[in-house]
């Protein structure tokens, strides 16, 4: 058996007008609108805020060494594993998200030696499934194994 892809965008169905189509994408949130009309990111891998990335976007900065810092953690296997790097700017009280690693089919032990390059000073928090002992682990919960410290 074998398989084929076909990649389309709305400008390829030849059976909506233009006017029709136009409708259409105008139809959807603003920030689904390139995935759903171009697959740009494909639906469901990629943009999480209903606002275009533009408006929350900024240019790199040096980040001051005093802003309180935090990991976020989520394991995953078949489902990628993610992780985020949240920097607090108190005095305007503005949240960065300054690191980002998403993996699939990795090990705890090989997440965290992509999640030490980040400081292992760097407390993380994760949800409950990472307390859960699993067969893989040896009756060892998740989190305890070579993870980055709990905050």
Same mark, same amino acid.
């Not at 084929?4 to 139809?27: K, L």
């Given at each position: 058996?074998?398989?084929? $892809?076909? &990649? @389309?965008?709305?400008?390829?169905?030849?059976?909506?007008?233009?006017?029709?189509?136009?409708?259409?994408?105008?139809?959807?949130?603003?920030? /689904?609108?390139?995935?759903?009309?171009?697959?740009?990111?494909?639906?469901?891998?990629?943009?999480?805020?209903?606002?275009?990335? +533009?408006?929350?976007?900024? +240019?790199? &900065?040096?980040?001051?060494? %005093? %802003?309180?810092?935090?990991?976020?953690? =989520? &394991?995953? %296997? =078949?489902?990628?594993?993610?992780? $985020? /790097?949240?920097?607090?700017?108190?005095?305007?009280?503005?949240?960065?998200?300054?690191?980002?690693?998403? #993996?699939?089919?990795?090990?705890? #032990?090989?997440?965290?030696?992509?999640?030490?390059?980040?400081?292992? %000073?760097?407390? &993380? #928090?994760?949800?409950?499934?990472?307390?859960?002992?699993?067969? +893989?682990?040896?009756? $060892?919960?998740?989190?305890?194994?070579? @993870?980055?410290?709990?905050?």
């Amino acid at each position: 058996m074998s398989r084929h $892809v076909t &990649f @389309m965008t709305i400008d390829d169905a030849g059976h909506y007008s233009p006017e029709q189509r136009a409708a259409i994408v105008a139809a959807y949130p603003e920030h /689904e609108r390139e995935a759903r009309a171009k697959g740009i990111p494909v639906l469901g891998s990629g943009r999480i805020f209903p606002v275009p990335e +533009e408006m929350i976007a900024c +240019e790199p &900065f040096r980040l001051p060494r %005093w %802003w309180p810092r935090i990991g976020a953690l =989520d &394991f995953g %296997w =078949d489902h990628p594993s993610a992780a $985020v /790097e949240l920097a607090w700017d108190t005095e305007a009280d503005i949240v960065y998200l300054t690191k980002a690693h998403r #993996a699939a089919q990795q090990t705890p #032990a090989m997440q965290a030696l992509a999640l030490k390059a980040w400081g292992e %000073w760097l407390p &993380f #928090a994760w949800p409950r499934d990472g307390r859960r002992e699993t067969l +893989e682990g040896a009756g $060892v919960a998740l989190a305890t194994r070579n @993870m980055p410290r709990m905050g």
